[in-house]
């Protein structure tokens, strides 16, 4: 019990130190730009609501990366050990962010999401698009390459703990011009290949693996640890539990073969 609480109190003073340093800075743009016409005032307002905003994302930034250890991937016993101690400080910080009623503001702001995400140690490339609503959990492991797209309300993972007694951290690694699917779910060790296509309400369990251009039709479901070939073509709806030969159409709860994929159908 001693690690939770631990960490709910780490929560509040971290949460009072942001939201503090945010409101007040937010506060004094306001003030100084305030004056006697309505459109001084109304401006005031949105210029302080932006420093707000700026400095809310600033402060999480710098208190992560002043008091967290860096993640690291690999497997570590629940309790005083430093890989759970960074995974519980990382969850802290997040949770602050994730939390909040801006949340989805700050990812309308381009560079203010980029600015977030870069500073919490995700490799994020500028031109990536993340939907609203979109969940990322140890972004620190997490690398999302050139034109790719993540759907609104997906949800990408790096942290498993099966037994409630070890704690299980691995990369998850999205490839360029990638299009993940709306509210498609992605777990530790994933690997997804450049031009690939998972389907909207797709799951990619622990470790699976797919190559370039490899596409999943929607909701999907695929086992842990299983190898998608590349150019590999799954329809809707299909439940995958073993490795998927390059150029393979599969369908079906289990998915089998029923042929080969159209070249329509393939991204490469």
Same mark, same amino acid.
């Given at each position: 019990?001693?690690?939770?609480?631990?960490?709910?109190?780490?929560y509040w003073?971290?949460?009072v130190?942001?939201?503090?340093? @945010? #409101?007040? @800075?937010?506060?004094?743009?306001?003030?100084a730009?305030?004056g006697a016409?309505v459109w001084?005032? =109304?401006?005031?307002?949105v210029?302080?609501? *932006?420093?707000?905003?700026?400095?809310?994302?600033?402060?999480?930034?710098?208190?992560?990366?002043?008091?967290?250890?860096?993640?690291?991937?690999? $497997?570590?016993?629940?309790?005083?050990?430093?890989?759970?101690? !960074?995974?519980?400080l990382?969850?802290?910080?997040?949770?602050?962010?994730? =939390?909040?009623?801006?949340?989805?503001?700050?990812?309308?702001?381009?560079?203010?999401?980029?600015?977030?995400?870069?500073?919490?140690?995700?490799?994020?490339?500028?031109?990536?698009?993340?939907?609203?609503? *979109?969940?990322?959990?140890?972004?620190?492991?997490?690398r999302?390459?050139?034109?790719?797209?993540?759907?609104?309300?997906? @949800?990408? $993972? %790096?942290?498993v703990?099966?037994?409630?007694? #070890?704690?299980?951290? !691995?990369a998850?690694?999205?490839?360029e011009?990638?299009?993940? /699917?709306?509210? #498609?779910?992605?777990?530790?060790?994933?690997?997804?290949?450049? /031009?690939?296509?998972?389907?909207?309400? %797709?799951?990619?369990?622990?470790?699976? $693996?797919?190559e370039?251009g !490899?596409?999943l039709?929607?909701?999907?479901?695929?086992? $842990?640890?299983?190898?998608?070939g590349?150019?590999?073509?799954?329809?809707?709806?299909?439940?995958?539990?073993c490795?998927?030969? !390059?150029?393979?159409?599969?369908?079906?709860?289990?998915?089998?073969? *029923?042929?080969?994929a @159209?070249?329509?159908?393939?991204?490469?």
């Amino acid at each position: 019990m001693l690690l939770p609480t631990l960490f709910d109190g780490l929560y509040w003073l971290f949460f009072v130190l942001v939201y503090g340093a @945010s #409101t007040a @800075s937010g506060l004094y743009v306001a003030q100084a730009l305030d004056g006697a016409a309505v459109w001084q005032t =109304a401006l005031a307002l949105v210029l302080g609501y *932006v420093t707000f905003l700026h400095t809310f994302v600033v402060s999480l930034v710098l208190l992560k990366n002043l008091v967290q250890p860096r993640l690291q991937v690999g $497997s570590s016993r629940v309790g005083a050990t430093r890989g759970f101690l !960074a995974w519980g400080l990382n969850s802290v910080f997040q949770g602050i962010f994730i =939390a909040s009623p801006f949340h989805d503001q700050v990812h309308f702001l381009f560079w203010l999401r980029f600015l977030y995400y870069r500073g919490m140690g995700m490799k994020l490339h500028p031109s990536v698009v993340l939907g609203t609503g *979109v969940v990322l959990r140890q972004v620190e492991l997490i690398r999302v390459g050139k034109g790719s797209v993540v759907g609104i309300g997906a @949800s990408l $993972s %790096c942290h498993v703990n099966v037994d409630g007694k #070890t704690h299980h951290q !691995a990369a998850v690694d999205i490839g360029e011009r990638v299009l993940i /699917g709306a509210h #498609t779910s992605i777990g530790p060790g994933v690997s997804v290949g450049d /031009g690939a296509v998972v389907g909207y309400r %797709c799951t990619l369990s622990m470790g699976v $693996s797919m190559e370039p251009g !490899a596409v999943l039709g929607a909701e999907v479901f695929v086992k $842990s640890n299983v190898r998608i070939g590349a150019g590999a073509v799954i329809a809707r709806r299909s439940v995958v539990t073993c490795d998927i030969p !390059a150029g393979e159409r599969w369908e079906g709860p289990p998915a089998v073969r *029923v042929g080969l994929a @159209s070249e329509r159908e393939q991204r490469v």
